[in-house]
């Protein structure tokens, strides 16, 4: 089994709030990140499928391909946009990046079938120092 990862970045606003608390609340559990005027990070986002290489071919997936499909699906939609009102995927969403790794595993997960290969890992980070995965497990 062959790993490949297809790194993107993006530009995006947010909010991390919950409308039924106050601004005190929000702040109190979400932190800067719930600011009621909005913020925004420079995200990087790992992309990683998994397949077996055709022995006429020596590779399993065409690596532009994958490029396209991120783009296309993810990257259009999300960069230098409102995660919280301009993001078909995130809308009933709070825009947490845990949430965002499962919206964009959700929308890739099909595409990337539709070429043969297997979804492996969605990996993003909102800071240096903070990054997220997600492998499509439930629990
Ligand atoms: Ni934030």
């Known amino acids: 089994m062959i790993y490949v990862t297809r790194r993107e970045r993006f530009s995006a606003a947010h909010r991390m709030y919950r409308e039924d608390w106050t601004d005190e609340k929000n702040l109190e559990v979400f932190g800067k990140c719930s600011n009621p005027n909005w913020h925004g990070h420079n995200y ?3 992309v990683t499928v998994k397949g077996n290489p ?3 071919l020596g590779f399993f997936i065409n690596i ?3 490029k396209q499909i991120i783009k296309d699906r993810i990257i259009e939609k999300i960069d230098h946009k409102n995660l919280n009102t301009e993001v078909s995927f995130m ?3 709070i825009a947490t ?3 965002l790794a499962i919206a964009i595993w959700n929308e890739l997960k099909p595409e990337i ?3 043969g290969a297997t979804l492996h890992r969605i990996r993003i ?3 240096e120092n ?3 995965e997600y492998y499509g497990e439930e629990y």
């Open 91 to 93: 809308q009933g969403k």
């Open 54 to 56: 055709a022995k006429e």
């Open 130 to 132: 903070n990054s997220i």
């Open 44 to 46: 990087v986002l790992f």
């Open 113 to 115: 079938e539709k070429e």
């Open 64 to 66: 532009s391909k994958l």
């Open 125 to 127: 980070s909102e800071t």
């Open 97 to 99: 990046t845990e949430n």
